[in-house]
């Protein structure tokens, strides 16, 4: 029998956002998630969305998130059953986004650089070449005379 602290240090956070046929099928999810001994942390409430195209004939869904933390070894079983049952049209299981990480791609929230890329950073100084420090300017004339003294 595993140890408590053991099994806490292999579960992992992840989030799975999905699309069922029918409003009652959110507490299918719930069920199933449980049956994998998953430890629900949030749970968002489930809304109708009109899909860009159909899937399995059906031109709406159910879209909801849950987030929760589960034994490594278990991830892969809940996906299956996912995948085999019919009420599901869609699926995604994917690690939650911390805060921190949200903060430093933007998030979506605010406008500008993530905080990390804030910092006053001038300009590296530009080198000009030889040419361009000269004052004086060519004329076509002098110009072509260069080019022909350079190849001859």
């Known amino acids: 029998m595993a140890d408590i602290s053991t099994q806490k240090e292999r579960t992992i956070a992840y989030e799975i956002t999905y699309l069922v046929k029918d409003e009652k099928d959110a507490s299918f999810m719930r069920s199933v998630l ?13 809304y109708k969305v009109q899909l860009e195209y159909p899937i399995e004939s059906e031109k709406y869904a159910f879209l909801g998130i849950f987030v929760f933390e589960i034994l490594q070894d278990n991830i892969s079983k809940l996906s299956s059953d996912l995948r085999l049952d019919k009420k599901v049209l869609r699926y995604l299981i994917t690690k939650p ?3 921190r990480e949200e903060r430093l791609i933007g998030g979506g929230v605010s406008e500008g650089p ?25 004329s076509n004339e002098a110009l072509e005379k260069k080019i022909e003294e350079i190849l001859e």
């Open 114 to 138: 993530p905080p990390s890329l804030e910092k006053d950073v001038s300009p590296a100084p530009v080198k000009e070449s030889p040419a361009s420090t000269s004052s004086e300017s060519l």
């Open 97 to 99: 986004i911390s805060r």
């Open 34 to 46: 449980l049956k994998h001994e998953a430890v629900i942390v949030r749970e968002d409430p489930i």
